[in-house]
């Protein structure tokens, strides 16, 4: 398994910007895939993005398909989430998981076969 820590969240107003970051620690952050999901206060943890491991393929819900970029950077064991155009129901906290699969991304959407987790950042729009 990997280590992951998250980064980047914080107060912004609505129509603005974020870049999340999630760093990895492991041997294995090359060969797996990564996803970010988010919990909103009341809410169930929602899957956001995915990527698979080579960043061939990406996932979004449809809420975000067109304001939110994941990317990653297996270099630098790092995986990104650009934030575009955020909106007061994007407020959550966002945790990137890590799962040791080469599968394709249309398949990590499911938070139950993710077995690294971060710790969460909070990511708060104003309006």
């Not at 945790?95 to 077995?115: E, K, M």
């Amino acid at each position: 398994q990997v280590q992951l820590v998250e980064s980047g969240g914080g107060l912004v107003q609505a129509g603005g910007s974020l870049r999340l970051s999630c760093a990895a620690s492991g041997r294995t952050f090359s060969t797996s895939g990564v996803a970010w999901f988010r919990q909103a206060p009341g809410k169930e943890r929602e899957f956001v993005a995915a990527i698979d491991y080579n960043a061939r393929t990406t996932k979004y819900i449809d809420s975000v398909e067109d304001r939110f970029t994941i990317s990653r950077d297996n270099a630098k064991n790092t995986v990104y989430l650009q934030m575009n155009s955020l909106k007061p129901e994007d407020t959550a906290v966002y945790y990137c998981a890590a799962v040791n699969s080469r599968a394709y991304a249309v398949v990590l959407d499911n938070a139950s076969i993710f077995g690294s987790w971060g710790q969460g950042t909070q990511v708060t729009v104003s309006s």
